[in-house]
C-alpha cells in the first residue's frame, strides 16, 4: 500500500517504556486515530529521557519531510520530564513559560493548600514560537510549533490527557489537510487452510494499493492444512472521500467473498 498523502511520525518518550514498566497504548491510539483522520503514519520511535537522544530523534524526523510530528510523554514537573527541552535544543530556540498555563497551575494549586509552585510550573514550559495546547483533563501543557514545512506537537503520556488534547486541537488539523480518507474492516475467512492462501496472494496481486494482511499461524503438520480454518484478515483502503472509501471496501470484500465461495469458504464480516 503507498505512503504517500500527508505524513506522520509519533515518538514516544519515557524509560518506564524501555524497561517494559508499563504499556505504550498511546502510540496504537494514535496510530488508529491518524489513520481514521486520512493521514499516513510512517513511523513509531520509543526513546527514553535523555535530552539528547530525544533531540536526535526529532532531527531525524525532520530529515524524512513529514507533515506532522507528534510527541506523547517527558510534559510533567519531574526532573525527567526533558521533552520540551529536547525539542528546544534540536530547534535551538528558547524555553519559555505559557502563562496562561501558569495561571492555571497557581489556582488549581492554591486550591490544594500548596503555595509554593515553582516544581509545578514546569508543566508551563513550551518552546519559544510555538502556540500552546490547554489541557482539559489536568495541567501540563502541550505544544504546537512550526519547523519549516513541519508541525511539532506535543502531548502529556497520560492517556485521557494526550487524547481530549489530540481531538480538541490537532485532529481537525489532520482532517483538514489529508487528501484521502481511509476505510478498514477486519474479516473472517473460513475455508480450508490449504485453499485459503492461493486466494490471499491473488487478492494482494490483484489489489496492490490495499492493505490486505492476514493473522494466519502455520499450520504443526500436513493433517492441519485440511481442516477448515477461521483466518483473521485486516483489509484497508484509501481514497479521496469516506464516502468513495466505504464503496470501495465494498467492492474488495465482495470480490474476496466470490474468491472465497469459489473454493468452498465464506467470509464472515463481524
Known sequence: MRREGYGVEIVVTGDEILFGRIHDT?????????????????????VGDDVDEIAGVLREALGRSNDLIIFTGGLGPSEDDLTVEAISLAVGRDVVL????VEKIRLIYASRGIHDTARGERMARVVDGSRAISNPVGMSAGMVLPVGG????TFPGIPAE???????????????????????????ARIVFRDFFPV?????????????????????????????????????????TREESRELLGAVLEDFRGRLEGQGGSLLVD
Open 26 to 46: 498511546n502510540s496504537y491510539w494514535l496510530a488508529r486515530r491518524v489513520a481514521e483522520l486520512g493521514a499516513h503514519l510512517r513511523r513509531v520511535t520509543c
Open 98 to 101: 505559557d502563562q496562561g498555563t
Open 150 to 153: 513541519t508541525t511539532v506537537v
Open 162 to 188: 494526550m487524547q481530549a488534547m489530540f481531538d480538541g486541537s490537532v485532529a481537525p488539523m489532520i482532517e483538514e489537510r489529508a487528501t484521502t480518507r481511509f476505510a478498514a474492516e477486519t474479516v473472517t
Open 200 to 240: 490471499y496472494r491473488q487478492m494482494q496481486a490483484d489489489y496492490p494499493d490495499v492493505y490486505i494482511k492476514n493473522a494466519a499461524t502455520s499450520p504443526e503438520g500436513p493433517e492441519e492444512r485440511l481442516r477448515v480454518k477461521d483466518i483473521k484478515v485486516d483489509v484497508v483502503v484509501e481514497s479521496a
